[in-house]
């Protein structure tokens, strides 16, 4: 990131706070905004930050509002901006949050209660919704084949492992757990708008930012990946941007051993033109 002392810096998914808290921790004198749209991770992020409550300000909202946060916080540029896309390991381990196939919960997947949950949304979807979801954010082998026996049961779906069960039905058993994460990674995606809302929120971030300042965005899917891409790339030919690693940063395998959920991340960084 290239911190700054008195610098302003916006972490645009805070999570459970490790990129804000590690960014504190190396400048102290520097202002920092903190939004997330889970209200779990804004009050864990609370409270692990009371000592930095004077550097610090917070925000549960979604960042496609990143315009609005930061002029109600009275800043009109910032030094950097990041973006950790994905789910949290809070939201992936919680069995009452909806996230996962490996615990049974309730069928939600929402990264805030302002979103309809995954059961309520299957019950008003086409089939060939559901179809083109599995496919275009998951990648699903069969997505038609998925996509009808959810369809067909969609009024009964009411836990996660009512959806994995059907998942299992439609696919080889030797490829359940690839397609397991496919589908729910899918769904989640659909559930929380996250590719409509990377690419508004991307958009906006980078008019804040001063000239050299940078923004970071890590992505795990390669479809967050492309739009991040295409944008930096479109900026650059505006000459409004530099794209500081042409090709996408990808973990170590020392990163990997001792992060394995790091292993799909990719990272892009750009800097607003002198």
Known sequence: MNLKDYGVYCDCTVGGGGHLIAMLKEKKSARFIGIDFDPEAIAW???VMESYSQQVQLFEENFVHIDLILNK?????VDGILFDLGASYHQLT????GFSFNNEGPLLMQMSPQVLPLYKKLQY?????ISQVLREYGDVDNPR???GLIYEHRKNLKTTLDLRNLVQRGVPRQFLTKNLHKVFQAFRIWVNGEMENLKIGIEKAIHFLKKGGRIIVISYHSGEDRIVKEIFINY??????KRLNKKVIRP???EIEEN???KSARMRVAERCE
């Open 125 to 129: 979807a086409t089939k060939e919704t």
């Open 45 to 47: 992020t609370k409270g």
């Open 145 to 147: 084949r998925i996509a």
């Open 73 to 77: 916080a009275g800043i009109s540029e």
């Open 260 to 262: 394995p959920s790091a």
């Open 94 to 97: 919680a069995p009452e949050r």
């Open 252 to 254: 170590s395998n020392c």
């Open 236 to 241: 650059e030919r505006a000459n409004f941007l």
